[in-house]
């Protein structure tokens, strides 16, 4: 099984906002409290409530502290989080979305990310928005991201560099290659914390996926606009995707590479994570005889696969296509003939020994690959029925 989320963010977004949705779709209070923890400052508290915003019943989350700094350098924030004794993944994604800050924040304004301070997103409550989420997503087991079309208003906002366009300006920044859509406000709707979350946290942008609902909820904002409800949903989705992974074909022509040269590869590639490999005899263009090297693997190492191709064959392209790969449930079991052991790969409509042990039996026997794999099955077939005899 793997999770979603799906977010829509049609009216909005915001840091505190997306946290209190991921609390309204399950993710453990006790778990982010407990992470936020590992943060070296006191004086803070969180509070979690539900209210209702305009006919929705949804969760909000209001950071109260002490501190009312505003400013705190990138680096200084980068550091807190780095060496804090929060998980792993946490560490890394709350950085993330630090790091898209800061680059944003220092390209706008022509220094170098070491030189940035933060205003508003230096604050505590900015802070502990960005870190909850992430653990939010962790507590949520949260295999995937996704995010629908970001709503933005019009206008200006009261910012700490003064009066600017609504959105703004580091807000449109981080968009960047995301879609947005107008909506009839003049309040900021987005905020540059809640942009840069949606941003680092997404895998890929559309609309909700085929899967099974398991949860639907609202994170409220603070504003209460006559236009529409300030509210974020996100969907909390299931899939079961054991018998199936999302896995690609890489393929090239080649008329210049001997056998010995892609017998070689076809190992190499098999050794490096692919699933499988194969080369095809063809025709190529001026009637030349070449080979079709092709090969299936999952995407996460389309990239390495890739370049080993390249630079055992010199190829000067590829193609790269999605495929669907069904798997069906396997087991294994094994058999002991003439002491040596013979594993068997067992499926749901038959079983086969495997060749490595076969061709080890043979060897060691004086035996034909055939007569090896008559003799396993024998032997297969009475542990699995019993000896006749």
């Known amino acids: 099984m793997s999770r979603s989320l799906w977010i829509n963010p049609a009216v909005g977004v915001s840091g505190d906002m997306l946290l209190g949705a991921l609390f309204d779709v399950g993710a453990s209070e006790d778990f982010v409290i407990d992470s936020l923890s590992a943060l070296e400052f006191d004086g803070w508290e969180i509070g979690i409530e539900k209210i209702v915003k305009n006919g929705i019943l949804a969760t909000r989350v209001e950071i109260t502290c002490e501190d009312t700094s505003h400013h705190r350098s990138w680096s200084h924030i980068d550091s ?112 540059p914390t809640g942009a840069a979350l949606l941003v680092s946290i997404t895998n890929e942008w559309g609309s909700l996926p085929e899967s099974k609902v398991i949860e639907n909820g609202f994170g409220a904002g603070f504003y209460n606009p006559v236009t529409h409800p300030n509210v974020l949903n996100v969907i909390l989705t299931e899939n079961d995707d054991s018998n199936n992974s999302g896995s690609v074909i890489i393929e090239t022509t080649l008329d210049d590479v001997t056998p010995e040269t892609l017998g070689h590869l076809v190992n190499q590639l098999i050794s490096n994570g692919a699933d499988d490999a194969w080369v095809i005899p063809v025709t190529m263009k001026k009637t030349r005889p070449g080979y079709e090297l092709k090969v299936l693997c999952s995407i996460n190492v389309k990239e390495a696969l890739g370049d080993l191709i390249a630079k055992e064959t010199g190829t000067l392209g590829l193609r790269t296509y999605s495929v669907e790969k069904t798997v069906f449930p396997r087991t294994h079991d094994s058999v002991i003939v003439r002491d040596c052991e013979v594993k068997i790969k067992i499926g749901p409509h038959g079983f086969k020994p495997e060749y490595e042990d076969l061709a080890s039996l043979a060897e060691n026997n004086g035996m034909t690959l055939k007569e090896a794999s008559k003799e396993a099955l024998v032997e297969w077939e009475k542990k699995l029925y019993g000896s006749k005899e």
């Open 80 to 191: 807190l989080i780095a060496t804090s004794s929060l998980e792993g993944e946490i560490i890394d994604g709350a950085r993330k979305t630090f790091k898209l800050l800061g680059e944003i924040e220092a390209n706008r304004h022509g220094i170098d990310i070491e030189e940035v301070h933060f205003h508003e997103v230096g604050a505590i409550d900015s802070i502990i928005d960005i870190v909850g989420v992430w653990a939010a997503l962790k507590s949520l087991k949260v295999n995937k991201v996704i995010s629908t079309k970001v709503g933005v208003g019009s206008g200006s906002v009261e910012t700490a560099h003064g009066l600017l366009p609504n959105p703004a300006p580091a807000t449109m920044d981080i968009l960047k290659g995301c879609e947005i859509k107008g909506i009839q406000t003049e309040i900021e709707t987005v905020t």
